[in-house]
């Protein structure tokens, strides 16, 4: 057991937190150290602590730790000054989950070290998901209220298309929000099926995922979508650029443009049936590349790897 953190935005640190983490890591000696970066405190103290007791780390980094307004990127600058960028240093092996990442993040375009490539996985259910003939739709998947996922880019790109194309409704699913700011809109709210929410990405005419935020390193919706077998629209930011291929299964947008975002959004609508096409070719190779099984035994190749070289330092030192 560790001491409660004192608490900062989502953060937390207690400085009785090194004493006590040496002394765990000292009773139970693993072999390697396996963490989430984006966890601020309690990664940082174990990353320097298992370095000091040469205990190999894996660190995966799944964003930048940033915000869309100046407050919380000010707060993450100031934090990887100040802890983020030595605990990246402490770390033996650290992995990303695409090259478009490690070139979008500010962070990791600056570390002199090489990185491991492993994306996220999607659930396979999705591949399963039957797209029902109903209205047309946009689909948007998140947190809808959160600044950083640009929910409100998306409303005015909407708006700007539907007297185009006056059928086009725009379906959200996610934790619910004040739904009054966006008449028009249908909120669904949470859906807890993974099975339910396969159908309504493939029955969808396309899924949009507009963020504003550097933090977006991935884009987990968007590779469901192309999984349910529908076009995809992203914002040209952070690691989206990973899963959207122009003209190919979808488009990208510039980052809090609703004028830009209309534009992609209207290309999908005129091109959908090919897309399609394209999605459906491609299904195999996205359900390759997002496979649990396939990433978790790379991740387990990088672990075993970094548990073996640091056994076999270890006996070189002892011989010595």
Request: net charge positive.
């Given at each position: ?254 980052p809090g443009d609703a004028h830009s975002l209309a534009e992609a959004i ?55």
């Amino acid at each position: 057991m560790i001491s409660p953190p004192f608490r900062f935005l989502s953060a937390g640190f207690n400085p009785l937190w090194p004493g006590q983490v040496a002394n765990i890591l000292r009773k139970l000696k693993p072999g390697v150290i396996f963490a989430h970066f984006t966890v601020p405190g309690i990664t940082d103290v174990v990353a320097r602590q298992a370095k000091r007791l040469d205990i190999p780390v894996c660190l995966v980094y799944h964003s930048d730790i940033t915000g869309p307004d100046f407050f919380r990127r000010s707060a993450g600058y100031l934090y990887y000054r100040t802890a983020g960028l030595r605990t990246l240093e402490c770390s033996d092996r650290i992995i990303v989950c695409s090259q478009e990442y490690k070139k979008a993040s500010l962070w990791l375009s600056c570390l002199e070290k090489p990185l491991d490539f492993i994306p996220c996985g999607v659930d396979p259910v999705m591949a399963e998901a039957r797209r029902e003939p109903s209205f047309p739709y946009l689909f948007f998947a998140g947190k809808a209220g959160a600044a950083g996922k640009g929910f409100d880019v998306l409303y005015k790109a909407w708006l700007n298309i539907i007297c185009d194309f006056p059928e086009l409704e725009l379906l959200a699913a996610g934790k619910a929000i004040r739904a009054h700011k966006y008449p028009g809109v249908r909120f669904l709210g949470q859906v807890n099926s993974r099975r339910e929410l396969g159908h309504l990405y493939a029955s969808a005419s396309a899924t949009i995922l507009p963020s504003t935020s550097t933090s977006e390193s991935f884009g987990m919706v968007l590779a469901e979508s192309l999984a349910a077998g529908t076009p995809v629209v992203g914002s040209d930011i952070g690691g989206i650029r990973a899963v959207v291929q122009e003209g190919v299964n979808g488009y990208l947008a510039s980052p809090g443009d609703a004028h830009s975002l209309a534009e992609a959004i209207q290309k999908v609508l005129g091109s959908e049936e090919k897309l399609r096409q394209n999605v459906r070719k491609y299904r195999g190779k996205y359900l390759e590349i997002y496979n649990w099984d396939r990433i978790t035994d790379r991740v387990e190749e990088v672990l075993y790897i970094l548990k073996r070289d640091a056994s076999c330092a270890c006996k070189k030192s002892e011989h010595e």
